[in-house]
């Protein structure tokens, strides 16, 4: 184990229980071959399974596990057309089990996201039985003030890059706090809680995953 694997494993221990103190499960992973097999173990064959927008899911090989699992998935992307997609998103909401990950974490244990359409934090909010919330540890800040200046200045910009956005974050990789037609910056939610012991569990990868 490197220096900064240990640093990571204690830092993990610590928000482990600051989880626990919010009602939210924490766990800590090594890899994301670990931290995907004991997703995937945790959640029953025949389960309904949906997601929110992530490339944390994707890098980590979750989405991957899932397509190859016995599951009925509920993916928005096959949506036709606005009606279909807004179908779709009626049965995310009673759905087993959600998965995505978060903007950023602080070491306290609360969760900072900025959502678009805002159906991503919906469903964190509340709706699906289980959230599985993927996040890498270079998502860790020390408060909400730094998670929220995260998401603004170093995910936000390289989603618009990856999304063909046309935004100023976009253009000189900062957040120019914008009002413009496509920016996708409307919801800023801070989860300091969850109102249901066990339903959001948070796996903690020490490697660098998403944005």
């Keep these: 184990m490197s220096h900064k694997t240990d640093a990571f494993a204690a830092m993990a221990k610590n928000m482990i229980e600051n989880l ?4 939210m499960e924490g766990y800590y992973f090594e890899n994301s071959a670990d931290c995907v097999k004991a997703i995937v173990a945790s959640i029953p064959q025949g389960s309904v399974i949906s997601w929110g927008g992530s490339e944390t899911i994707k890098e980590s090989g979750l989405m991957d596990a899932v397509h190859n699992g016995s599951y009925e998935l509920i993916d928005r992307s096959t949506a036709q057309n606005q009606e279909e997609a807004r179908a779709l998103y009626a049965k995310t909401v009673l759905a087993d089990y959600y998965l995505m990950s ?18 991503r934090v919906a469903c964190l909010i509340q709706g699906p039985s289980h959230v599985i919330v993927v996040i890498g540890m270079n998502k860790v800040v020390t408060d909400v003030e730094s998670g929220v200046a995260r998401v603004r200045n170093i995910a936000s910009p390289a989603n618009a890059i990856r999304l063909g956005r046309k935004l100023p974050c976009a253009a000189t990789g900062i957040c120019h706090n914008c009002l413009s037609p496509e920016c996708f910056c409307n919801q800023i939610v801070v989860t300091r809680r969850s109102g249901h012991a066990g339903r959001i569990k948070i796996y903690l990868v020490a490697e660098d995953l998403g944005y």
């Design 102 to 119: 978060s903007n950023a974490i602080t070491i306290d244990g609360e969760l900072i996201n900025i959502d678009g359409n805002g159906n």
């Design 20 to 23: 626990k103190k919010r009602n």
